[in-house]
């Protein structure tokens, strides 16, 4: 990239288009873009690719080598989760979402696209019933995006600076806010005691430094699958000292589960793969935020909006954006955060799911994940040398320590592979998450805890 070498292609690859394009930035070269990637993690060295390939065959070959080599979770009984989770998916959803005036849809504008906006106004007022929320957004790219969007909107209403994390957050979703929300606010950990958070120790905090807490940020189900309890007084704690409860949470739950908004939560935010997506060898990921009806949330929201619109003919009512003159794609560098392309599909796909379950189905798949969460919790805290990392309440995750068997977390990962299982994510040494849902029988968790009881008298004492 440093090289003076003008590609054909490529644009602005001149060397004078860059030094001006370096100039108007105020950057003596293209290396001060990097500067806070750590010099380990940079290639100092042309990228080692292959061969090129000369013919559609070899290509065609080529790609189905590389996907003959993915094991989809649906040719193995897999207890993975860890946020991209394996439930089941209507088939009338993928019909729906296949339909080229949704597949092909991108940017349309009202006018030429009704049936799209129609389609993401019915998401966002089904998602609005199930949070109990009265106004949820377009969807963002992912559950990641929405909590740092979530956080920094908490920033700019209080005006203050620091984020309390009082809940197990996964690593990767932390990694990403840490590093969305560095130039605007503090992270400030507050270690979980037991299955959720230490109130004792947020409203210490709090008291302490209320002039400087923008938002206490919970995490319910938590990274290890923890309900949290305590919300009602962490939202208390929270708006005593003038800040904001933000809450992440997956709303697969919440059919059975009281929604954060019931119990104080200002902003709630997290992903939509749970509802109508599958796994995709990583998942088809859509973030939501949701706020009360009140304009200065609603204002602060950066993302599109789609509601009810008048038109020009009296009485005649359509879909369109709301308070679209908020948002970067209408202010542009003015705007308090850019909004690009958005996961609308997923939002259309989430929303042929709710409406198919209902609030009845809702319901019962809560009911029903919750008690093969505690069978299964149950039977591997029943095998020898296996306990439960906390008794809490857990919706569908849940970590075992298997350190009293002898065998570390990966010992049991490698070997039950081998048998067509995949038991979990490994979160450490001899620490294993497991997730069940709607998908497993009890058989299924039988088979597990089998397999794995098998292996600990395998293991020499």
Known sequence: MTEPFVHPYVPNTAPRTRAAMLEAVGATSIDEFYADCPPELRLDRPLDLPAPLLSETELVRHMDGLLNRNVSTREVLSFLGAGTYQHQVPAVVEEVINRSEFLTAYAGEPYEDHGRFQALFQ???????????????????????????????????????????????????????????????????????????????????????????????????????????????????????????????????????????????????????????????????????????????????????????????????????????????????????????????????????????????MAELGETLLAHTRYAMDQLAAIPGVVLADDGVHLREFVVDVSGTGLSATDVVTTLRGRGIEPGVVVDEHRLLVCVTEVHTSQDIDRLAGEIASLVKETPA
């Open 123 to 361: 998401y966002q007022s089904l998602m609005a019933e199930l949070l109990n929320m009265d106004v949820v957004n377009v969807p963002t790219y992912d559950g990641f995006q929405a909590t740092g969007t979530a956080l920094t909107m908490a920033g700019r209403l209080t005006g203050r600076q620091q984020v309390l994390v009082v809940s197990d957050v996964h690593p990767d979703k932390l990694a990403k806010v840490r590093d969305y929300v560095r130039p605007y606010l503090d992270l400030v950990h507050i270690t979980s005691r037991g299955s959720g958070a230490d109130v004792d120790a947020v409203l210490a905090h709090v008291s302490k430094n209320a002039e400087i807490v923008a938002c206490v940020w919970v995490e319910t189900p938590s990274y290890h699958g923890a309900v949290e309890t305590e919300l009602r007084r962490l939202a208390d704690a929270a708006h005593e000292a003038g800040a904001l409860l933000v809450v992440g949470t997956d709303p697969i739950g919440l059919g059975v589960l009281a929604p954060p908004a019931d119990l104080g939560a200002d902003i709630v935010c997290g992903d939509i793969q749970s509802l109508g997506l599958r796994q995709w060898y990583g998942g088809a990921h859509a973030g939501f935020i949701a706020v009360h009806d009140d304009p200065r949330f609603v204002m602060e929201l950066p993302s599109r909006l789609f509601g009810l619109a008048s038109t020009t003919v009296p009485g005649e009512y359509g879909f369109g954006d709301v308070a679209f003159e908020r948002t970067s794609l209408a202010i542009r560098e003015d705007g308090k955060e850019w909004v690009g392309t958005a996961a609308a599909l997923w939002g259309i796909a989430a929303g042929v799911y709710l409406a198919l379950m209902g609030p009845a189905g």
